[in-house]
């Protein structure tokens, strides 16, 4: 409920920033940490190589444009840019997430199923430029 909150507030434009921080404070210390390179339960996660090896870029929210994001952390890939340079996932949210080959989710798209891992297929494979949660489980 807490994740399904976070994400609610995350994605409504018309927010404003106090109440987004008050409603953010409410999701406690053991909310997931997103973009921190480390992937936890509630998270999606797009790994630098097959296998889901290498530097992991971590979701909680949607980011429609990879373009200003970097892998982090002492991993193999830290640093470099997350757009179209991605070879796995894993799916540690109870939503499913969409992924789409252009920003805003445009170009090839793909869904990820809730718990689902595995290697991007070639369509995908280090195309990946944006990502969103979906409704559904």
């Avoid at 987004?20 to 404070?25: K, R, T």
Wanted: glycine share 12%; charged share 20%; with cysteine.
């Amino acid at each position: 409920m807490k994740k399904a909150l976070l994400k609610l507030v995350a994605g409504a434009a018309t927010a404003t920033l106090s109440i987004g921080a008050v409603l953010l404070g409410a999701a406690g210390p053991s909310a997931a940490a997103a973009r921190d390179g480390n992937l936890e339960d509630q998270e999606f996660g797009l790994f630098y190589y097959a296998g889901r090896t290498g530097c992991v870029f971590d979701l909680v929210t949607n980011d429609v444009n990879f373009s200003d994001d970097t892998f982090r952390g002492g991993c193999s890939g830290s640093g470099a840019s997350v757009n179209d340079n991605t070879e796995s996932y894993r799916n540690r949210d109870v939503y499913a997430w969409k992924v789409g080959t252009d920003k805003d989710l445009g170009g090839n798209v793909g869904e990820i199923p809730s718990k689902y891992e595995g290697n991007a297929s070639t369509t995908f494979k280090n195309r990946i430029s944006s990502a969103k949660y979906t409704l559904h489980p």
